[in-house]
């Protein structure tokens, strides 16, 4: 499995039975390498109707007939938009042809330029056999620890930016509850108020058993 990252909380997942996306962040913003139009998924998965989530859900899931995975109201949302969708909720799985979706909490707004949008999220995608966990944007909650106990993961995607979501020491304390074999951190340094030094947090992991691994944007890696 490959997992790309295209700034901010966006990573492209790409397994042997299909692609997704997640919180697609890319025409809007400068530090993004791709355009929605360069995207090719079956899913977009988006957490929360913040204008740097749910951002180019609409474009992408029109563009290539892909399904927006989203809380049932946000995903209502990008259906009234255009977009086709599957509607979920916090505690629910479902088994797609590339792999299964679970939504699980964030402490955090879900509001869109139409109003509120029910609940954020965050997602577990089990893909090939690896278990990926995006934590949307939110603060530290101490459920973070049943979410490391009941899950093998593999791959946590963290938010380390603060004022909005945790910052790094909370992130720090994340991944111990989480306990995953890599943390990748997002949510950092799109805008001024979120500027965080991401080697900070790595550094932070260097006597764990979780191994810290910044991506540039545009940057790959194999899982
Ligand atoms: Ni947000
Ligand atoms: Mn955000």
Redesign the pocket.
Same mark, same amino acid.
């Given at each position: 499995m490959k997992i790309t990252y295209h700034g /901010?909380?966006c990573f492209l997942v790409e397994g042997s039975k299909g692609s997704i996306i997640f !919180?697609p962040f890319l025409k809007d913003n400068p530090l993004a390498k791709v355009k929605p139009r360069d995207i090719r998924v079956d899913a977009v998965l988006v957490t929360?109707g /913040?204008f !740097? @989530?749910v951002g180019d859900a609409v474009e992408i899931s029109k563009n290539n007939n892909a399904i927006v995975i989203a809380p049932f109201e946000l995903a209502n949302y990008c259906q009234n938009k255009g977009a086709a969708s599957h509607p979920m909720h916090i505690g629910g799985s479902h088994a797609f042809p590339f792999g299964t979706v679970k939504l699980t909490i964030a402490h /955090?707004g879900s509001t869109t330029e139409t109003g509120a949008t029910g609940n954020p999220c965050g997602f577990l995608l089990n893909m090939d056999g690896k278990l990926i966990y995006h934590a949307g !944007?939110t603060g530290l909650f101490s459920d973070m620890r049943l979410i490391g106990e009941l899950n093998d993961i593999d791959v946590a995607l963290l938010?380390i930016?603060d004022n909005?979501?945790m910052g790094i020491e909370d992130a720090l304390k994340a991944v111990e509850f989480l306990n995953p074999g890599i943390a990748i951190p997002m @949510?950092y340094n799109t805008f001024d108020v979120i500027r965080q030094d991401p080697n900070i947090f790595v550094d932070g992991l260097k006597d764990s058993h979780t191994k810290g691994v910044v991506l540039a944007i545009g940057e790959s890696m194999e899982v």
């Open positions: /901010h909380s !919180d929360h /913040h !740097d @989530h /955090h !944007d938010p930016g909005f979501t @949510h």
